[in-house]
Every structure is written in structure tokens, then in C-alpha cells.
């Protein structure tokens, strides 16, 4: 690879920012032709857009954001946040009070098997001992708010409609968008230019832009779909997240059915909980059935007095897909690197994306910052082309371990087994609470975290 990673406004001695972008107000008349210049590109503003584009700002690099929603704007999510995800927002040095709406969560309640676990968040040096939970029309304004403050450049209601090419290399050296109206929607106005010698699909699921950069889903990776949506409820201040292992239905005869998939009950804290269920494609009933059907009949067995019906619902049922174990690979290549869901980085063992999406945010800022700071093409390029290596080293073993674990329970046989037996045993459901979360204790700790680093480590990499 030889392209070159200067772009025209950057000091190639210090890497700092230099010369002059085109204002962003010129974006407002859409009639501008020509292109605005940054070190890096950052398509798509959720938290690993808006992760990444924060540590590149703080590091001294020019950075642009191109997202095609105006905020604040909704995402289809169910609000949790583990601790590994609080941490990601302690270092990213967002502050999270109660008074300012965040609602916090001591542990993770499991239901199945007729039995109700408490499990407490796991207290230990790396993690705070404490889980999160925030709408994401909130959560990623405040994350895109922080970029901002920290001196990167956001284009809202910007549509990313594909990559500039360099011709001799092949490699990405801009993007093609055009302005959407306050509606959303695209109002035939002129197309833009954006040019960087890099760019970072922070897309999302679908990431459009890696499709168009010659980069599709693995389809040997497991994928999950999820539905969620909200509900007036007296549970709405629960301070422990719940996963329920098993959905029940009534059945038309009076005799309760098992209906696919895992659900879960998150208080925001707002009056309202957040409600949903996913299904893995490792799944017989994967793609094959109504979702929204299933959390219908799971909540109407659910008790009364929670309030989860028809009239209490507040926002209609929504759904998405959730990308796991690296479905989208290689990361770095042709100056186009990826970061949370376009890299297909949701949590196998929980379908968590959020932590993984700031943590590779954190990751792949770390290593770009070093490579604007090489001398030579060459240099750079090799230090970029390290970023693959790094998420591996990072998550790959555990993912490997979570691939492993989404085969196992599309059994329902296994999972059935695994109810009974398991969760009456609660030493044993301490360390799957940390395997499934994420939250061994990376050096030292207790004999169960070494055991899960080892295991990890032994796995070879997604
Ligand atoms: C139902 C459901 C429940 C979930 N629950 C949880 C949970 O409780 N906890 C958790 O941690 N994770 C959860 N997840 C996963 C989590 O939502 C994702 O992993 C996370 O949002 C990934 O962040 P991201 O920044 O990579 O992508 P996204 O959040 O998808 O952000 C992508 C951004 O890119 C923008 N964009 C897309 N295309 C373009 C374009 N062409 N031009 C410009 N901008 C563009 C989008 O508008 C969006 O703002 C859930 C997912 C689903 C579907």
C-alpha cells in the first residue's frame, strides 16, 4: 500500500491540524462542489463513531463526522450498559450523576426454570461495580455532544452515499454524501465531497460503506435480531438488569408454550421500562418467526401489576440486527478501518454492542493517532495495518469462546438442561456472569478469572 495518509491540512512533521477546511456552515446552501478536507473521515455518529472521533480530537487530529440522522434521534436498543461499558465512559471522561438522568444497576437479575437470581455486578480493580442505563436518543447525543466539545466537526443529516477511490490504489481517499432534509429524507440537493486519507466505517450493521468497499458479512459468525419497545411501568426504577432465559406463552389450550429466544426487562428510570427479546440465528426459528408476536404473548403472561400492555406502550415495537463475534473482517485495509457494529463486534455470550462499540472507538483512535505521527507512507500504513491484530488480541479469543457458547444454547435441548441444573447453582452462575459480561479481572483476580483469561487466550482468535 503506498496511498498516502497526509491529507493536504495536516503538518506531516507533527501530525497536528493545519490549513483551512471549508467552513461547515457552507454545508447549510448543500451547493458547495468543493470537497472539505480532514486527517480522518468518521461515517456514521453512534458510540463508536462518536468514540473514535473524541480520542482522535483530543489527540490533535482533524477529524469530520458524517451522520444522516439530526439528533437527538432514536436507536433500536435496550439501554443497558454492563460495567465494561461504564468504563468505556469513565475513560472517555463522560460524567454519568443520577441527577442528570442516568440510572444506575447493581447487578443482572437471570429468570428461568421457575428460579429468580440476583447476581451482583462482580467487584473488582478493572470495572466499576456498576451498570448503566440511558435511552439512546439520549445517550448518543451525549456521546456526539463530547466529540464535538473536544474539537471534532459534525455534519448532521449528511448521508454517506459511498467511497472516492483512489484509481491506481484502489484505496479509500473520501466519501460521496448528499444533505437530507430536517424530515430525513433526501431532498435532491447536490451532492458533496469529502476527502481523507482515512476514513472509518462507524456505519453500523449494515455499513454501507464497507459493502461498497468490497467487504461483506461472514455468514460463519453468529447473528442475532432483536425487538424492543417501551412501557409505562412501576418496574421503570429497577436497579438490576433482567434477563429471562425462557419465554413462556399461554398457549390456546390453557397449557403454557416455549416460545424462542431470551428477553429482558430494563428500568430507564424515565417512568418507562425497556422491554425486548432476540433470537440467534443459531436458532431453528431464526427468520422464522413473527418477533413482534413473541413479545406479545411473552408479556401478556407477565404479571399485571408491571403494567405491560397495549395501553401503557409508548413507542411502537422496533427492531434490528445485532452482529456478532467479528462478522466483518479485515478491519483496516485500503484506508477504510472499522469500528463497532460495521466490524460486527455485539458480544456473542449477551448481545451487548455498546462497550465494544467505544471500546474499539478507544482502540482504533489509539492506533491512528500513531500512525499519523510516522514519517513515511510506508510507516504509517504498517502502524494501520496493525489495527486487525489489535481488536484480535483484544476480543478475539473471546469471541471464539462466544461463537462456541451461541452454537451450544441454539440447542434448546442444551439450553433446557443448562436452565435446570445451572441456575439453581450460584457459584457456578458468579463466573457465567463474568464470562458472559466480560468482566474477569484481566491480571491477577481470583482462580475463576485467571481461568477465563486462559480460556481466552487459548481460544484462537474470530
Ligand atoms: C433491539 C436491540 C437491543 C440492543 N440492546 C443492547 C443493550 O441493551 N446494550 C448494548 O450494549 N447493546 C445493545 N444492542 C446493540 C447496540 O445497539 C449496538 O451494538 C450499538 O448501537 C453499535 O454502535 P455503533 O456506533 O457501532 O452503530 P450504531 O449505533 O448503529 O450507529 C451507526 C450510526 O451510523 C449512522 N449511519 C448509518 N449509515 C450512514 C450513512 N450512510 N451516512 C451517515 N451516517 C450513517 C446511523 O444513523 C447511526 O447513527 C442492541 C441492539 C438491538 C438491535
Redesign the pocket.
Known amino acids: 500500500m503506498s496511498h498516502s495518509i497526509i491529507s493536504a491540512n495536516t503538518d506531516s512533521t507533527t501530525g497536528a491540524r493545519s490549513g483551512a477546511p471549508v467552513p461547515s456552515d457552507s454545508l447549510a446552501s448543500a451547493s458547495t462542489q468543493r470537497p472539505e478536507n480532514a486527517d480522518v473521515i468518521i461515517?456514521?455518529?453512534?458510540?463508536?463513531?462518536?468514540?473514535t472521533a473524541a480520542y482522535l480530537a483530543m489527540a490533535g487530529l482533524d477529524v469530520l463526522l458524517?451522520?444522516?440522522?439530526a439528533f437527538p434521534?432514536e436507536?433500536?436498543?435496550?439501554?443497558?450498559?454492563?460495567p465494561r461499558?461504564v468504563r468505556e465512559l469513565i475513560t472517555l471522561g463522560i460524567p454519568t450523576p443520577a441527577e442528570d438522568g442516568w440510572i444506575k444497576n447493581h447487578g443482572l437479575r437471570i429468570v428461568g426454570g421457575g428460579v429468580r437470581l440476583e447476581l451482583p455486578w462482580p467487584d473488582l480493580a478493572s470495572f466499576p461495580p456498576y451498570g448503566l442505563?440511558r435511552t439512546?436518543k439520549d445517550f448518543?447525543e451525549i456521546l456526539v455532544r463530547h466529540a464535538v466539545k473536544h474539537g471534532a466537526r459534525l455534519h448532521e443529516s449528511?448521508?454517506?452515499?459511498g467511497p472516492i477511490l483512489d484509481e491506481r490504489t484502489g484505496a479509500i481517499v473520501g466519501v460521496r454524501?448528499r444533505a437530507m432534509d430536517p424530515d430525513g429524507r433526501d431532498g435532491g440537493a447536490p451532492g458533496l465531497e469529502f476527502r481523507a486519507p482515512l476514513v472509518v466505517a462507524?456505519?453500523?450493521?449494515?455499513?454501507?460503506?464497507s459493502m461498497s468497499m468490497h467487504r461483506p458479512k461472514r455468514d460463519d459468525r453468529p447473528m442475532?435480531?432483536?425487538?424492543?419497545t417501551y412501557y409505562t411501568s412501576p418496574r421503570h426504577d429497577d436497579d438490576y438488569?433482567e434477563s429471562w432465559l425462557e419465554l413462556w406463552s399461554k398457549g390456546e389450550t390453557g397449557q403454557k408454550k416455549l416460545l424462542p429466544g431470551y428477553g429482558?426487562i430494563?428500568g430507564v428510570g424515565d417512568g418507562t421500562s425497556?422491554v425486548?427479546l432476540?433470537i440467534l440465528n443459531t436458532s431453528a426459528a431464526f427468520g422464522k418467526v413473527d418477533y413482534r408476536d413473541i413479545l406479545k404473548r411473552w408479556v401478556d403472561t407477565l404479571p399485571p401489576e408491571w403494567t405491560f400492555n397495549e395501553e401503557t406502550m409508548t413507542s411502537p415495537v422496533?427492531?434490528?440486527?445485532?452482529?456478532m463475534g467479528f462478522n466483518r473482517q479485515p478491519h483496516y485495509d485500503l484506508g477504510l478501518l472499522l469500528?463497532?457494529?460495521?466490524?460486527g463486534?455485539?458480544?456473542p455470550f449477551n448481545?451487548?454492542?455498546?462497550?465494544?462499540?467505544m471500546e474499539?472507538?478507544r482502540l482504533a483512535a489509539e492506533v491512528i493517532a500513531q500512525a499519523f505521527a510516522r514519517q513515511t507512507d510506508a510507516g504509517r500504513e504498517k502502524v494501520l495495518q496493525s489495527y486487525p491484530r489489535v481488536m484480535k488480541d483484544a476480543l478475539g479469543g473471546y469471541f471464539t469462546l462466544g461463537r462456541g457458547f451461541a452454537k451450544m444454547i441454539g440447542n434448546p435441548e442444551v439450553m433446557r438442561l443448562a436452565v435446570k441444573y445451572g441456575l439453581p447453582r450460584t457459584t457456578m452462575m458468579k463466573y457465567l456472569l463474568k464470562i458472559m459480561a466480560n468482566l474477569a479481572e484481566p491480571h491477577g483476580g481470583d482462580a475463576g478469572d485467571r481461568l477465563i483469561n486462559a480460556l481466552s487466550k487459548m481460544a484462537p482468535a474470530a
Open positions: 461515517v456514521g455518529a453512534g458510540p463508536s463513531g462518536s468514540a458524517l451522520e444522516k440522522a434521534r436507536k433500536v436498543c435496550g439501554d443497558g450498559l454492563t461499558a442505563v439512546r448518543d449528511t448521508n454517506v452515499t454524501a462507524a456505519d453500523g450493521n449494515s455499513s454501507r460503506l442475532g435480531v432483536a425487538v424492543r438488569l429482558w430494563f425497556n425486548g432476540g422496533r427492531g434490528a440486527a445485532l452482529p469500528v463497532g457494529d460495521a466490524g463486534m455485539v458480544n448481545g451487548e454492542g455498546i462497550a465494544y462499540a474499539s472507538g
